[in-house]
Structures are given as structure tokens and as C-alpha cells.
């Protein structure tokens, strides 16, 4: 199973938004409405931020959200806040019953 | 509060075999499954596999599917996962997670991570 594809890097000024996309195939993210997003911070556990595409998990701020369009599900963080960087992870389930990670987005805070 | 604490870091010869536990607290740890997640020094996340806690049934990952077992202990909430053939690249931090107990689809409380180093 291949890993999901992400950009590398994503930057935004404060206030702003930005959008990570994350490509995968008609096995993975888009057959399935199970794709999830994860923020980590350097040195720390990741942190859950969207599940099954479009939920945000209790105390996750609104301003993350998550949408699918074909084999490409995407998440937007508006009104970008210092505190949002980090990496970024989508992963979805797939046809074989597993699970398949992306392989990251930086974002930075400008 | 849901809380998952991990044992501490190992170091293994390659060839070896090493063992992780996960001591769940704050839920119905039956009620869920636990996922294990790797991560390489400076890369990403790779998946290991899935367990339920519940029935036991478990998926593994195609790089580790046959040197890896994932087991629970539903009487001390604890998920075990044992890794054998150690090789170097094995060597990274491995994460416990809670996971959805269907289908392991995604994870909502993460452990601290295991620093589990495989060098000659």
C-alpha cells in the first residue's frame, strides 16, 4: 500500500488561510469516508483533528475542517495562529482492511 | 481522563526481539480497539496495525505483517506489541493509540511513545 501523497510544506501569514491536500487512490480515500487528519508538534504524540473526512473531535477549534473531492481529501485551517504549526497527517483506510498514512505537510507560520 | 501510558525505551541487537506494553485507563478499554503507530527518526507516520479489544481480531501492516503480534489483556487494560527479526530500520518511536473498535479508522487519545533503538 502506498502512502497517501501530501506537499511537503505549506505557509501562511496570521489570519490567513491554507489548504494541505492529500492524494491517495479508488482503494483508499476515494472509496472510503474514513480518511482522518493529525497535527503534530516536534517531540509530541499526534493530536487527532478531523475524522471520517469532516468531523472535528470535541475541543478541536473550528477552524479546522476537512472536505473530499474524488481521491483527494483536503484540510483548511482558517485564520492561521502561531500555535498552528507543525506537521500535518491525513490517513485513510483502505480496501485491505489497513490503514495508509500520508507522508507529512510542514506548515509555517509566516 | 483517558489516559495511555507506554513502557519505557528499548535497545535491541538486529535479530532480536522487543516487546511494548500500553496501559489504558480513564474508558472501557473493551469498548474500543487499540491502534500501534511508528515513526522513524525524522519522518512520518507509518501504521503498524489495528486490534480489537474486545474479539481480538487485528490487522497488521505489510512491512511488519509476520515479525509483528499485537495482543490485549482486557483484566489489566493493557495492549502488548511484539516485534521480532528486528532490523535497523525498525528503530523509531512507537505510539499506542485508542482506535474505533470496527474498523480502526482513526485515533482520538495517543500514548507518550516508546524510543525503541535496534543497533548492533
Known amino acids: 500500500q502506498s502512502a497517501l501523497t501530501q506537499p511537503a510544506s505549506v505557509s501562511g501569514s496570521p489570519g490567513q488561510s491554507i489548504t494541505i491536500s492529500c492524494t491517495g487512490t479508488?482503494?483508499?480515500?476515494?472509496?472510503?469516508?474514513?480518511v482522518s487528519w493529525y497535527q503534530q508538534h516536534p517531540g509530541k504524540a499526534p493530536q487527532l483533528m478531523i475524522y471520517?473526512?469532516?468531523n472535528r473531535p470535541s475541543g478541536v477549534s473550528n477552524r479546522f475542517s476537512g472536505s473530499k473531492s474524488g481521491n483527494t481529501a483536503s484540510l483548511t485551517i482558517s485564520g492561521l495562529q502561531p500555535e498552528d504549526e507543525g506537521d500535518y497527517y491525513c490517513s485513510s483506510y483502505t480496501s485491505t482492511d489497513t490503514r495508509v498514512f500520508g507522508g507529512g505537510t510542514k506548515v509555517t507560520v509566516l | 481522563q483517558v489516559q495511555l501510558v507506554q513502557s519505557g525505551p528499548e535497545v535491541r541487537k538486529p535479530g532480536a526481539s522487543v516487546k511494548v506494553s500500553c496501559k489504558a485507563s480513564g474508558y472501557s478499554f473493551s469498548s474500543h480497539g487499540v491502534t500501534w503507530v511508528r515513526q522513524a527518526p525524522g519522518q512520518g507516520l507509518e501504521w503498524v496495525g489495528w486490534i480489537n479489544a474486545y474479539n481480538g481480531k487485528r490487522n497488521y501492516g505489510q512491512k511488519v505483517q509476520g515479525r509483528v503480534t499485537l495482543t490485549t489483556d482486557t483484566t489489566t487494560t493493557t495492549a502488548h506489541m511484539e516485534l521480532r527479526s528486528l532490523k535497523s530500520d525498525d528503530t523509531g518511536i512507537y505510539y499506542c493509540?485508542?482506535?474505533?473498535?470496527?474498523?480502526?479508522?482513526?485515533?482520538?487519545?495517543w500514548g507518550q511513545g516508546t524510543l525503541v533503538t535496534v543497533s548492533a
Open positions: 479508488s482503494s483508499d480515500v476515494g472509496t472510503y469516508n474514513y
Open positions: 493509540a485508542r482506535g474505533d473498535m470496527v474498523r480502526g479508522i482513526f485515533e482520538d487519545f
Open positions: 471520517e473526512v469532516t
